[in-house]
């Protein structure tokens, strides 16, 4: 499910990240934020809660802004990806070493919460697919890792 925040003229709606029944995972790199491993997410869901993936979609800097700003976001627990192959989304310069788009990072989430990689290859398989033909359209030869 998608929710919008940004949107002129138009409120954020909350509703979706308040269901006492569901346990939140803000996808997010800040201090406080558990790194998410395979044993931390054995253990969600124990409390009888639902494990909800919770992705904010922007830049670097639009991101950490709505980390901070969008309703109910600032009070969700932040988890980061553990450290990983480098991205493979070359249309942009990452902002850091380690930072991914937001597809990729959460490709990983979901290959983390679900324990099986082959879950996010379909995305995978689409998003190079993207970022190849991107290169093309711009006549650019693919840069090699």
Do not use: N
């Amino acid at each position: 499910e998608m929710v919008w925040y940004g949107a002129r003229d138009a409120a954020m709606d909350t509703a979706p990240l308040v269901d006492p029944g569901r346990d939140y995972l803000l996808l997010f790199q800040r201090e406080d934020a558990i790194t998410l491993t395979p044993e931390v997410a054995a253990a969600l869901g124990a409390d009888g809660r639902t494990p909800t993936l919770v992705v904010l979609d922007g830049t670097w800097h639009q991101c950490s802004r709505m980390a901070r700003r969008a309703p109910r976001i600032p009070e969700l627990q932040c988890y980061a990806l553990p450290e990983g192959p480098p991205s493979t989304w070359k249309i942009r310069t990452p902002p850091r070493p380690g930072a991914l788009s937001t597809l990729e990072a959460t490709c990983r989430a979901l290959a983390i919460l679900e324990g099986d990689a082959a879950v996010t290859r379909p995305a995978e398989a689409w998003f190079e697919a993207v970022t190849e033909r991107l290169w093309q359209m711009r006549g650019y030869a693919r840069p090699d890792d």
